[in-house]
């Protein structure tokens, strides 16, 4: 079954610190993952995909086949990275997307 | 073009009622994607067109729902004799197909539903 586990609701952090948002993924074949971030009172977006291996907003992630991971990391937390990120895969030709959970980044000054 | 919209953005009915949604998407994007998203979880795929044609949905599409897209350009989700469960964002996307694996999909505000 293609399934998107981001097993923490909410991580807390302080501005300055690291910042890990965990995925993990079940998918039979070559996934497409992405991250998708919505702010306060804004729409979904994307913010980065493994196949373009950018740093987006200082954001990095990277696919781990053998741990079926695609965690989030950022080096230094911003107070504007406070948003709800969604970890997703990709279907192969339909482009349908299957979500996490989410997990609700707070950032404190 | 100020992107995906979506219409209305709220909408409370009674149990038992039919509504309908409407999504309008990027102009010339010719795949348009309807996502559900209830409370404390991600958006879930219900279905998505390819112009005007509907090319998969979801089992969570049940009898009572009905997606169109009958020109390749709009489209409308009806929820017939709606449930409590029904309750939820309706969310709409739409992207163009291109010659790259993927194709970036742009989400709409959403519609929220609530049924009483």
């Known amino acids: 079954a293609q399934r998107v586990t981001q097993p923490e609701k909410l991580l807390s952090v302080f501005k300055g610190a690291p910042v890990e948002l965990k995925c993990n993924y079940s998918?039979?074949?070559?996934?497409?993952l992405f991250w998708y971030v919505q702010y306060s009172r804004q729409r979904l977006q994307l913010l980065l995909r493994?196949?373009s291996r950018e740093s987006i907003k200082g954001f990095t992630a990277d696919l781990n086949k053998g741990e079926t991971s695609f965690h989030l990391k950022k080096p230094f937390a911003q107070e504007e990275d406070s948003a709800m990120y969604y970890c997703a895969l990709s279907s192969y030709n339909t482009d349908k997307l299957i979500f996490g959970t989410g997990t609700r980044l707070q950032v404190f000054p | 073009d100020t992107g995906v919209s979506q219409d209305p953005r709220h909408k409370i009915t009674k149990r038992g009622q039919n509504v309908t949604f409407r999504c309008d998407p990027i102009s010339e994007h010719n795949r348009l994607y309807w996502y559900r998203q209830t409370l404390g979880q991600g958006p879930e795929f219900l279905t998505y067109?390819?112009?005007?044609?509907?090319?998969?949905k979801s089992r969570l599409l049940s009898d009572r729902f009905s997606a169109e897209r009958p020109k390749g350009s709009f489209s409308t989700l009806e929820i017939q004799r709606t449930e409590q469960g029904d309750s939820a964002m309706y969310l709409c996307?739409?992207?163009?197909?291109?010659?790259?694996?993927?194709?970036?999909?742009?989400f709409g505000p959403g519609t929220r539903l609530t049924v009483l």
């Open positions: 998918y039979s074949g070559s996934p497409e």
């Open positions: 067109f390819q112009n005007e044609a509907q090319l998969e």
């Open positions: 996307a739409s992207s163009l197909v291109g010659t790259g694996f993927y194709n970036e999909q742009f």
């Open positions: 493994h196949i």
